[in-house]
């Protein structure tokens, strides 16, 4: 991979200034939480839209229209699509162009939040100036002919930005003045705005933290690892290294929710089974049994799998070993990294 020197690389000061300027405000906002009384419900509020707008990113944006991982009726679009309009990351339509660019070119220099780049750069600094011209133009091709066809989506698109700022900053403020007598600055800062960040946030670190620390137990030559402390803050979404492995799965984790922390997979899961989700699609496990098959027939076929689980509920992760011999007894021991690090010629049968 190499990277040109990018002679002009723009900022986008428009950008700079947003994101500089609800920063701010949510540091201030933090201060007058401690200076100023709020009722009780006003930060249960805030942890409710931290749900609720993240589910509008990671079943929304994400699993749903990014990957098709799952299918959703037409009042669960309606609800997502309100669901990520609180969460006011842009518009689903534009989301998903870079997502999918992400995943066609991952951690090179075609992606948008290239993690080769540097931690600054994939959490946050790729928004902060023009894309490159190389992104622009691989973007382009990205297909968003099945986005384009859902006037769910098109609304948002076309509103954007102000309809998304309505449902981020004013919303959660209404419902807190109108219910239980909040005051408004009360409630544009602490469930609007410092969540609001809050949420960029851990989305963020999906683009930085999980493609720097952590395990690798699917595939090693991927910049993506597996993540508990991101899967917490980004409701289940730093189970990267499987994600990156089979894509389309809806849960983006090999285990359930109760070893991997995953929210989104709860909440898919109960939206099937009210009827509103169908064709969930799941990878594990004839995926990942056909991963280690590729595996020992890589390795000639002389070795066998072990594998573990690390960690403690529901932050667990998988471990895989390739031992040598039926028996494993003093045969030679191989880890996901060595094997995926042999020559290709050794790959025969694949």
């Known amino acids: 991979m190499s990277y040109d020197k990018e002679v002009g690389l723009r900022m986008n000061w428009p950008m700079i200034v947003y994101i500089s300027l609800v920063h701010i405000v949510a540091c201030y906002s933090i201060y007058n939480t401690i200076t100023r009384p709020h009722y009780m419900l006003t930060y249960v509020w805030t942890i409710i839209l931290w749900f609720i707008s993240g589910f509008g990113i990671t079943a929304g944006a994400h699993r749903l229209w990014s990957h098709r991982s799952y299918k959703a009726r037409y009042p669960l679009r309606v609800l997502l699509m309100i669901f990520n309009s609180i969460a006011n990351q842009g518009s689903v339509i534009h989301w998903v162009r870079d997502h999918r ?144 492995t089979f894509d389309w799965d809806y849960v983006t984790a090999e285990m359930g929710a109760i070893k991997q922390y995953n929210p989104t997979k709860v909440f898919i899961d109960i939206m099937y089974y009210l009827g509103l989700a169908y064709n969930l699609r799941r990878a594990y496990p004839k995926g990942w049994e056909h991963l280690k098959s590729r595996n020992i027939r890589k390795l000639g076929g002389e070795y066998h799998v072990v594998e573990g689980i690390y960690g403690i509920p529901p932050f667990c992760h998988r471990t895989v070993t390739y031992v040598q011999g039926e028996g494993g007894g003093g045969g030679r021991l191989l880890s996901e990294t060595q094997v995926d690090n042999m020559s290709t010629t050794d790959e025969e049968g694949l």
């Not at 419902?175 to 851990?202: K, M, Q, T």
């Not at 999906?206 to 899967?231: L, R």
């Open 101 to 244: 660019l992400h995943h066609l070119y991952s951690d090179t220099d075609k992606d948008p939040h290239d993690s080769q780049r540097g931690f600054f750069y994939s959490h946050v600094g790729w928004l902060l100036v023009r894309k490159p011209k190389r992104v622009l133009d691989a973007g382009r091709k990205i297909s968003l002919n099945d986005l384009y066809k859902d006037n769910i989506l098109l609304i948002q698109h076309r509103l954007c930005p102000w309809w998304n700022m309505l449902w981020c900053f004013i919303f959660p403020a209404i419902v807190g003045y109108y219910l239980w007598d909040e005051s408004i600055l009360n409630g544009i800062l602490l469930p609007g705005v410092f969540r609001y960040c809050f949420v960029l946030h851990a989305t963020w670190c999906v683009n930085s933290v999980v493609h720097q620390w952590g395990p690798k137990p699917y595939d090693n030559k991927s910049h993506t690892t597996e993540n508990g402390i991101v899967a917490f803050i980004a409701l289940g979404e730093g189970w990267h290294n499987y994600h990156h």
